[in-house]
């Protein structure tokens, strides 16, 4: 399934009466569970996997984690089975989300660790210890980003994107997804991510993966960090699906459009800017809990 190139993903341009173009690229139409950008991020570490001859496919992610769904359902199709180390031992007594329970029904594995181990995940010592423990393994960082990730993503923007499209905007949770979007783009475009998460660090990791100028990341409409949400942004998204036969969720594509359009509103875009919006998905996430 990773062979095939997404010819059939669907572009919807929005009407906003305002002086620029906005078209979104409907990513969350490629598969029902490998949707969005972890298409592109898992395809070719898990033809990395299946080249090495590994039977269990190990990542690592929180409990709304976009990429431990796709994950489980990806080594369910390619006859892996798959290991999820979710941050936060407190779930283990909780009845599990919508996200985990995805996951665990396409035969992920949870294995539920404190905040503070989960902090130790990409050292040598826990590394070695998973090895051991699941020998034949092949393991995925948190949010499915590494080289091949990047690699993969890259593939998000065609040819007539490059050409067509003044502003790239999208997502942003661990930084692979706009890091392949940075090292494809043309010359002439920028490239703008909305951050899920509080702080700069993204930002700072980004720029240790591309030499590249072009682009930007805010944290001005994470709604106080992962997962978290507001009154303004749950209402922002009721709005908008009733206008745009487009669905969306609270942890990432509801902040990214809730953030584009009040720049366009605030006149931060020059007239006549054609900004493509990448739909990342993740909207799994819509049946979890939203609480401001």
Same mark, same amino acid.
């Given at each position: 399934m990773f062979d095939r190139i997404a010819e059939t993903v669907q572009?919807?341009?929005l009407d906003l009466k305002?002086?620029?173009h906005v078209t979104i690229k409907r990513l969350d139409q490629i598969h029902p569970q490998i949707s969005g950008n972890k298409f592109f991020k898992l395809k070719y570490n898990f033809l990395e996997a299946q080249a090495r001859g590994c039977k269990h496919i190990i990542t690592f992610g929180g409990a709304y984690s976009n990429h431990i769904a796709a994950t489980a359902y990806a080594?369910?199709?390619?006859?892996?089975?798959?290991?999820?180390i979710i941050r936060g031992e407190e779930l283990v007594n909780c009845p599990l989300n919508h996200t985990l329970s995805t996951a665990q029904h396409f035969g992920m594995?949870?294995?539920?660790?404190?905040?503070?181990?989960y902090r130790l995940k990409e050292t040598e010592e826990f590394i070695q210890a998973l090895k051991q423990t699941y020998p034949e393994?092949?393991? #995925?960082?948190? =949010? @499915?980003t590494n080289t091949l990730a990047i690699q993969g993503c890259q593939e998000i923007l065609s040819q007539s994107d490059l050409e067509h499209y003044d502003v790239i905007c999208c997502a942003v949770g661990t930084g692979g997804t706009i890091t392949g979007l940075i090292e494809a783009s043309a010359e002439h475009q920028q490239i703008l991510g909305f951050s899920a998460l509080k702080g700069d660090f993204l930002?700072?990791?980004v720029a240790l993966k591309t030499h590249k100028k072009n682009w930007e990341i805010t944290d001005a409409y994470c709604c106080g960090g992962y997962a978290k949400t507001t009154i303004e942004l749950l209402q922002f998204i009721e709005k908008f699906e009733q206008k745009h036969p487009i669905p969306l969720e609270h942890i990432y594509t509801g902040k990214m459009l809730f953030?584009?359009?009040?720049?366009?509103?605030?006149e931060c875009f020059e007239e006549n800017t054609r900004i493509l919006? #990448?739909?990342? =998905? @993740?909207l799994q996430g819509r049946l979890d809990t939203a609480t401001p």
């Open positions: 572009y919807h341009k305002a002086p620029v080594a369910h199709l390619f006859g892996f089975q798959s290991i999820g594995q949870l294995e539920f660790v404190s905040r503070e181990k393994s092949y393991i #995925i960082p948190e =949010g @499915g930002a700072k990791e953030g584009i359009l009040d720049l366009i509103k605030k919006v #990448i739909h990342s =998905g @993740g």
